[in-house]
């Protein structure tokens, strides 16, 4: 599984380094960290939820963060926008794990 990550709008002010997508190869992760992101992808039905129900979720308020997350697999690829407050308790996780894979890649000076 491929994840690509990106803070579409930082908020309250631009950031070029937190809007700068990350790609998350899990095979490249250790295990425990790929089955994480793996279970909540899974839990969060990304790519077996229809297109439309999707949509709904990008419904940003002003100044909100927006995120992008594209997840391939398989031959399979989805990609969904997401907009603060992110009401759906599991793709909040899956989101806020990602930021946090994403930082720690950075703090280490991987893109």
């Excluded at 631009?14 to 295990?31: F, H, K, N, R, T």
């Excluded at 419904?59 to 909100?64: K, N, Y």
Aim: charged share 25%.
């Amino acid at each position: 599984m491929r994840i690509t990550f990106a803070m579409s709008s930082t908020g309250l002010f631009y950031s070029p380094g937190l809007a700068e997508p990350a790609v998350l190869d899990l095979a490249a992760l250790p295990q425990a960290e790929a089955a994480r992101i793996a279970a909540l992808v899974r839990d969060a039905h990304l790519l077996d939820r229809p297109a439309a129900a999707l949509e709904s979720l990008a419904r940003p308020t002003p100044d909100a963060r927006s995120f992008t997350v594209t997840v391939e697999q398989d031959g399979r690829s989805r990609t969904l926008e997401l907009a603060e407050p992110i009401a759906d308790p599991t793709l909040r996780d899956l989101v806020r794990c990602l930021q946090d894979q994403v930082r720690a890649r950075r703090a280490k000076g991987r893109p």
